[in-house]
């Protein structure tokens, strides 16, 4: 069955679905987007995707495609269509049309783009094993509260890893790590304490980082919410990301190094299990 991904209010075959080659997503990376899973045929934590999803748009005076129920009626009847079950549901709104030029059009209309992704989410592989992680220099823009599709620099860092024999790159900016290249990140100090950087410009406010940080509060687990350093790392009894497509997954080795006993550790494992857990709870769509 060919996958049928939604443009513009068509669900159409993959092959036939196109933009055109002025959309502004195209020529300027005018666009925002969103990542969320799908599990059980469901969406987790769709309210907060599209609430983020809002923000995005705002932060650029990019106006919204269409209302938040006919995005959500337009997922529910992709997801159907597709018959998906597990897996990832990617959303892209851009500016829309216009002949080149820098400026913000005054007219121009945006586009809803939608496809979904079958894939393990469960069962990834990589929880038993853990991450191989590097760091390198974060070469992004300097508003990466906004969820943009200009993510070349990350693309590179991702790339980097692999080339290195790692699953993935932690980004530093002033020797303090940001963030993952599409995850945020963690660390389990010598004393217990979950340490991640605070919001603002520098990182993305992650939907998954907001359920986690709760239920490691309510399990009586210390969260601070700031900037930590690459040597940090090394010291950390644990390292973590979390993200929707990864959930929370651990990191057992820093730029070549053991992080704790190179092993999954065990808040790492418990926060995992406690996502999974309640995600069904918060499948909203
Ligand atoms: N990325 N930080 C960055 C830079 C990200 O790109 C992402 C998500 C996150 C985690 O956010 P959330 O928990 O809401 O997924 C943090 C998605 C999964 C992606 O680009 O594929």
New binding site residues.
């Given amino acids: 069955m060919t996958r049928l991904i939604y443009v513009n209010g068509d669900f159409l075959p993959e092959q036939d679905a196109k933009i055109s080659v002025l959309d502004r997503g195209f020529l300027f990376a005018d666009a925002v987007?969103e990542?969320s899973t799908i599990l059980d045929g469901k969406l987790v934590d769709n309210k907060a995707?599209l609430r983020?999803l809002a923000r995005s748009l705002s932060e650029l005076d990019m106006a919204a495609p269409c209302s938040d129920e006919d995005i959500i009626a337009a997922q529910h009847k992709l997801l159907e269509l597709n018959g998906v079950k597990e897996g990832l549901l990617y959303l892209q709104v851009s500016r829309g049309v216009a002949d080149r030029d820098f400026p913000y059009p005054e007219h121009s209309e945006s586009s809803l783009v939608m496809f979904t992704q079958a894939k393990n989410i469960l069962d990834n592989p990589k929880i038993k094993s853990g991450l191989k992680v590097i760091s390198t220099p974060d070469l992004r823009w300097k508003r990466?509260d906004i969820?943009t599709v200009g993510?070349l620099a990350?693309s590179m860092a991702k790339q980097e890893a692999l080339r290195a024999g790692a699953d993935d790159a932690w980004m530093v900016e002033d020797d303090f790590i940001t963030?993952?290249?599409?995850?945020?990140a963690y660390i389990v100090t010598p004393d217990n304490v979950i340490k991640t950087r605070h919001l603002g410009n520098e990182?993305?406010a992650?939907?998954?980082?907001t359920a986690v940080l709760k239920f490691a509060k309510e399990a009586g687990i210390d969260v601070i919410e700031e900037p930590f350093t690459v040597a940090e790392v090394k010291q950390a009894k644990e390292a973590f990301i979390?993200?929707?497509?990864m959930f929370v997954m651990p990191v057992v080795n820093f730029d070549g190094d053991d992080v704790g006993n190179g092993k999954p550790g065990p808040i790492t494992i418990q926060l995992r299990k406690v996502y999974i857990a309640t995600a069904m709870e918060r499948a909203d769509l």
């Fill in positions: 987007y990542v995707h983020r990466r969820k993510l990350p963030e993952g290249t599409s995850n945020n990182i993305l992650g939907i998954t980082r979390t993200s929707a497509s």
